[in-house]
């Protein structure tokens, strides 16, 4: 495969093929990448390039190097299909992939500013703020604040080690349908450490807004995610056709 010699960096469009591989299955969790003889005749291009192409794909934690052995991939992109409404856990678990939770915090308190808008709170109401990451496989994939109106009647004291919406049906809380949006966001010092990614880098952060079946909001949050793992995927439809 020859790479295009077009405005954009070679060793990028190199790297992106990679990172195409990896996302697609083509390179499997474990496998030894082509080592760079290979890929140099795969790519016509230099070897200072293709070093370039996969010490950014070891940077993002993709790739890991092993001295005398090569280079392997170290963890298959995580996907998040949107088209039902799912718990984090429930999403992951259908993937085969085991989920735990490290609780950063937990309080009853009034909500911050344009947290209680959100949730069409009345001044004086409080929220249940949980927070806390969400491990997939044991590496933490993302950061996750959740807030709550005090009057769904959930507890500080309730197990937040599993899923929210298992701790929804217990109190008679039924989510219908979730509002979401997504950003990319520059990851500071604190959110680094969390998820185990270079300060500076880019991350994704998704707001949801989730309903009941009556149309009442019974959480907002938000979510900042590994850009280096993560993949958001939707599927859309042209004019509400509905094609195989």
Do not use: C
């Amino acid at each position: 495969m020859m790479v295009k010699r077009t405005g954009i960096p070679l060793y990028y469009q190199v790297e992106e093929v990679i990172r195409k591989k990896i996302e697609n299955g083509v390179f499997k969790e474990g496998d030894m990448i082509p080592a760079e003889m290979e890929l140099e005749k795969e790519f016509h291009v230099s070897r200072i390039t293709i070093r370039k192409a996969v010490e950014n794909l070891v940077q993002d934690g993709l790739l890991l190097k092993q001295q005398g052995i090569g280079t392997i991939v170290t963890k298959h992109f995580i996907n998040d299909e949107v088209n039902s409404l799912e718990s984090f856990t429930e999403k992951m678990e259908r993937q085969g992939r085991k989920v735990t939770s490290t609780l950063l915090e937990v309080r009853m308190q009034a909500p911050p500013e344009g947290i209680g808008e959100n949730l069409n709170l009345i001044a004086g109401e409080q929220v249940l703020k949980i927070s806390r990451i969400r491990n997939v496989d044991g590496s933490p994939l993302a950061l996750f604040t959740t807030y709550i109106p005090a009057y769904l009647g959930i507890p500080s004291d309730e197990d937040f080690s599993g899923s929210l919406f298992e701790v929804y049906a217990k109190y008679g809380v039924d989510p219908s349908y979730s509002d979401r949006s997504i950003h990319a966001i520059v990851v500071d010092h604190t959110i680094a450490n969390l998820l185990h990614i270079t300060e500076g880098g880019a991350a994704l952060q998704m707001n949801y807004l989730t309903y009941d079946g009556q149309g009442r909001i019974i959480e907002y949050a938000e979510g900042i995610y590994r850009g280096d793992w993560y993949h958001y995927k939707v599927r859309v439809y042209r004019n509400a056709r509905r094609l195989p």
